[in-house]
């Protein structure tokens, strides 16, 4: 029977093998096709080599897959870049002019800006125009000098070197030789092209715009007799520098590295972007099928933005066991771990996607200066903010600040202000007609109808959604031991 049995199996293998490798005309044997189930459908092998078809089909998703991880790497870059092209040729402003935001208006094509203070913001492309001048001024002020990838290359003002005491800045292109500049704080950008910004911090807005004026931007060969530095309003022009979710995204990350060097963390990246036609420093003519896909990409990758910033799933995003408050700003100035194993990719999406800048003074780290973000989508329940409801956020007294605090309202698709007909959805300590209670805390409403009796009431849009940034200026140790605490913000039933 053994040997009846070893026959029979004998003969169904020839059998199975007859039918996989069956004789094509002219005496030579057909490939093993083989179906493989996946996520993506069947994909087909022949003899272990994928068909035409498969081949195909696993490059389009390849190339899907790296371009949206692409625009959540980029997100600061072209951020950088968006923001540049509206000082620029929206509005008008040439290097080295100093542009002055000053209010609603002049904010609403910002990502997530205050709206109490006066903004001042200049770039400086360093492989046309050489070595860049800050000299800064003594006074109330925070900001500094970024890179394109929108980190910090020096702080200026109350965080940075001078102390608040002003001083003047080198700034030197990558690559180039040391400078001796006795009497210069010298520092050295990764990128040709830098972003100066500041904010005017005096609660007098008067004094807070003279101290601003006394900043000068020019070369560093200008340095013997410079010219006068230009100041341009935007004087309530439109233009707007969120992210594009088309084509365009891709268009503004190549000419952004028309003429720039390629960190070697961002190697990689550029690498599986090859294949999609963006190469730094080569012209970007995508064919159809990468315009295709670039296209697509960038439609699901601003939604994975928008998932990351609002729906954040990386460790230590809350501020608050329980609460909903959550950190806006949860990375380093350089944008790695602080054991250095790994980029913080996620933490760095969330906050560009919503916002522009980074300096010492805005990671809310330190006592007594600079800025600290906190943000929530939800209400308290954990409920998505919803413009046609209603809600209550009780303040309260003695909030850990130096100098103010403020909540403004965002457009959570568009991330800029949110616009309604009472004008600024915005409300700070230094409002003048701020209402507080007897024991000094301040009730906040938030709805599309002004609730009886309510004396501070921000509007808020029927359909759409909506979150706010709650910024404590020069925080105090309250702030950070959490002995104060941010309320979440209630429904109001």
């Avoid at 910004?197 to 020019?218: H, I, N, Q």
């Amino acid at each position: 029977m053994s040997m009846i049995r070893n026959v029979l199996n004998t003969t169904m293998l020839a059998a199975v093998a007859a039918t996989m490798w069956a004789s094509a005309p002219g005496g030579a044997f057909s490939a093993e096709v083989q179906s493989v189930p996946t996520r993506l459908g069947d994909l087909t092998l022949e003899n272990g080599y994928p068909s035409r078809e498969t081949a195909d089909r696993l490059y389009d998703e390849m190339d899907f897959q790296r371009a949206t991880q692409a625009y959540l790497w980029a997100l600061p870059a072209v951020g950088y870049k968006a923001l540049y092209d509206a000082q620029a040729k929206t509005l008008g402003a040439a290097n080295g002019d100093i542009m002055f935001y000053r209010n609603l208006a002049d904010k609403a094509g910002m990502l997530t800006p205050n709206i109490t203070t006066l903004y001042a913001f200049s770039f400086w492309d360093m492989a046309k125009q050489g070595p860049m001048v800050v000299d800064a001024p003594e006074g109330l002020t925070a900001g500094g000098v970024l890179d394109i990838w929108q980190q910090p290359i020096t702080d200026i003002g109350q965080t940075g070197p001078d102390k608040g005491k002003g001083g003047k800045y080198l700034i030197l292109p990558p690559g180039s030789r040391d400078i001796d500049a006795p009497g210069y704080m010298v520092f050295r950008a990764p990128s040709n092209q830098v972003w100066f910004g500041t904010r005017g911090l005096d609660p007098d807005k008067a004094v807070a715009e003279a101290t601003l004026r006394k900043f000068s931007v020019y070369g560093w060969d200008q340095r013997d007799k410079p010219a006068p530095t230009k100041f341009t309003e935007v004087g309530g022009r439109a233009w707007q520098s969120a992210q594009p979710d088309t084509l365009e995204y891709w268009k503004l990350l190549a000419e952004l590295y028309a003429d720039e060097p390629v960190a070697p963390r961002d190697r990689m990246m550029f690498g599986m972007l090859a294949p999609l036609g963006i190469v730094p420093g080569r012209p970007f003519n995508p064919d159809p099928r990468q315009t295709k896909i670039l296209t697509d990409a960038a439609k699901v990758g601003e939604l994975m933005a928008r998932t990351i910033a609002y729906d954040k799933r990386y460790e230590g995003a809350s501020v608050y066991p329980g609460k909903q408050w959550e950190y806006a700003v949860l990375f380093d100035l350089d944008q790695e771990a602080p054991d250095r194993s790994r980029v913080q990719f996620d933490e760095r999406a969330s906050w560009f996607y919503e916002a522009i800048g980074m300096s010492a003074g805005m990671q809310g780290r330190i006592v007594g200066f600079g800025q600290v973000y906190l943000e929530t989508s939800r209400d308290k329940d954990g409920n998505w903010l919803d413009g046609g409801k209603t809600y209550k956020l009780h303040v309260d007294p003695n909030p850990p600040v130096k100098q103010f605090w403020s909540i403004t309202l965002y457009d959570n698709v568009t991330r800029g202000p949110l616009m309604t007909d009472q004008g600024a959805a915005d409300l700070s300590s230094r409002k003048p007609d701020l209402v507080t209670n007897a024991d000094g805390s301040v009730d906040v409403f938030f709805g599309p109808e002004h609730p009886a009796n309510a004396a501070n009431w921000i509007k808020t849009n029927p359909g759409k959604g909506w979150f706010p940034y709650f910024r404590f200026y020069a925080a105090t140790e309250p702030y950070f031991d959490k002995s104060w605490q941010l309320n979440d913000i209630e429904l109001v039933k």
